[in-house]
C-alpha cells in the first residue's frame, strides 16, 4: 500500500507540472517517451512475448489427456544416485497426477523425487501456484530460495541448511513439474540425480 501511495504522489506532482506549461512539457513528454520507447522497447516486447508464450503453453497443458498411473510410475527409477527405492506412491485424485518416490543409502543420504503431471484446469493451477508465478531471492542464516536456471529452463533452487538439504524444481516435457530433495548429497549430485531420470510421457 506504501509504494501505491508513493507512486500516486509522484504522477500527482508529474501531472501538476505537465498543467503549469502545456506546451512545453508537452514536447518534453514527447521526448521523453520517444527515448523511453527506443530504449525500453526491446525488453518490454521481450517480456511481453515471453508471458504470451506461457499462457499458451499452459492453454496446451489444458488440454492434453492425463497420463496413466503406469505411466507415472515408470518415472520413478528403482534406483537413483546409487541409492535404493525405499517407497513409491502414485495418485491421481485431485485432479492431476502425483509420482512419488524415497531412496536412501545407508551413509545417511536421501532423495525424495515428486513428478507432477501439470494438465487439466487442476495440473496448469499447480505449474501456475508453485513454479511460474514464483520469482524471487531470498537468503538468511538458515539457507536460501532463488529462482535460477536447470538445462535451459527456468527453475527453483533451495537450500535450508539445518539439514543440510537442497531442493530443485523444474519443468519437463511441456507438462511436467519435477521436483527433486537431496539430504546429504549436495547440490551437484542432485542435479546429476535429476539429469539421470528418464521422464517418458508418450
Known amino acids: 500500500m506504501k509504494h501505491l501511495i508513493f507512486f500516486a504522489l509522484i504522477i500527482t506532482c508529474l501531472l501538476a507540472a505537465c498543467n503549469s506549461n502545456k506546451a512545453k512539457d508537452s514536447k518534453t ?6 527515448e523511453a520507447s527506443t530504449e525500453s522497447g526491446s525488453s518490454d516486447n521481450t517480456a511481453t ?20 498411473n503406469e505411466q507415472l510410475k515408470a518415472m520413478l527409477p528403482e534406483e537413483l544416485a546409487g541409492m535404493k527405492r525405499k517407497s513409491l506412491s502414485v ?10 518416490a524415497e531412496y536412501k543409502s545407508e551413509d545417511g543420504k536421501e532423495i525424495r523425487l515428486a513428478v507432477f503431471d501439470c494438465v487439466g484446469e487442476a495440473g496448469v493451477g499447480w505449474y501456475n501456484m508453485m513454479y511460474w508465478g514464483v520469482n524471487m531471492e531470498q537468503e538468511d542464516e538458515n539457507g536460501y530460495q532463488k529462482t535460477t536456471t ?17 531442493t530443485i524444481m523444474y519443468p519437463a516435457n511441456n507438462r511436467l513439474l519435477v521436483s527433486i530433495e537431496g539430504e546429504k548429497t ?9 539429469n539421470s531420470l528418464t521422464l517418458k510421457t508418450n
Not at 49 to 68: F, G, I, R, V
Not at 91 to 100: D, E, F, L
Not at 186 to 194: E, F, M, P, V
Open 150 to 166: 536447470f538445462n535451459g529452463n527456468k527453475a527453483i533452487e533451495k537450500y535450508e541448511k539445518s539439514q543440510d538439504q537442497y
Open 91 to 100: 495418485s491421481t485424485n485431485i485432479g492431476y497426477g502425483i509420482a512419488q
Open 29 to 34: 513528454t514527447d521526448e521523453t517517451k520517444t
Open 49 to 68: 512475448n515471453s508471458a504470451d508464450e506461457a499462457q499458451k503453453k499452459m492453454d496446451e497443458m489444458k488440454k492434453l489427456p492425463a497420463l496413466t
Open 186 to 194: 549436495g547440490l551437484d549430485a542432485l542435479k546429476q540425480a535429476a
